[in-house]
Nanobody, 118 residues
Framework: QVQLVESGGGLVQPGGSLRLSCAASGTIFSRFSRYVMGWYRQAPGEQRELVASISAFNNTRYADSVKGRFTISRDNAKKTVYLQMNSLKPEDTAVYYC?????????WGQGTQVTVSS
């Protein structure tokens, strides 16, 4: 089973930027490259929602609320997926989770807190 570890969260002022990383282990490069990787977030009292995803062919999807501000990317050689977050808003405050999905797995990381506040 693949293990995922997120990093890069923290406290940032409105308008600032953060880059989240999600490193995978327990899998080999050829399998990781086939995973659909996604970033989700969950704010207190809210349901977990999809923020962005990237397919094995680098097709990307974004929630309407983050389009034009967030960019998802992947480095298969490093078995890592990134989420570049720009122009952050207080409503982006949440715990951000990484997800790896394939026909036989769906794995989650432990999450990283992002707080946008002045």
């Amino acid at each position: 089973q693949v293990q995922l570890v997120e990093s890069g969260g923290g406290l940032v002022q409105p308008g600032g930027s953060l880059r989240l990383s999600c490193a995978a282990s327990g899998t080999i490069f050829s399998r990781f490259s086939r995973y659909v990787m996604g970033w989700y977030r969950q704010a207190p009292g809210e349901q977990r929602e999809l923020v962005a995803s990237i397919s094995a062919f680098n097709n990307t999807r974004y929630a309407d609320s983050v389009k034009g501000r967030f960019t998802i990317s992947r480095d298969n050689a490093k078995k890592t997926v990134y989420l570049q977050m720009n122009s952050l808003k207080p409503e982006d405050t949440a715990v951000y989770y990484c997800n790896a999905k394939a026909s036989d797995i769906s794995s989650w990381g432990q999450g990283t807190q992002v707080t946008v506040s002045s």
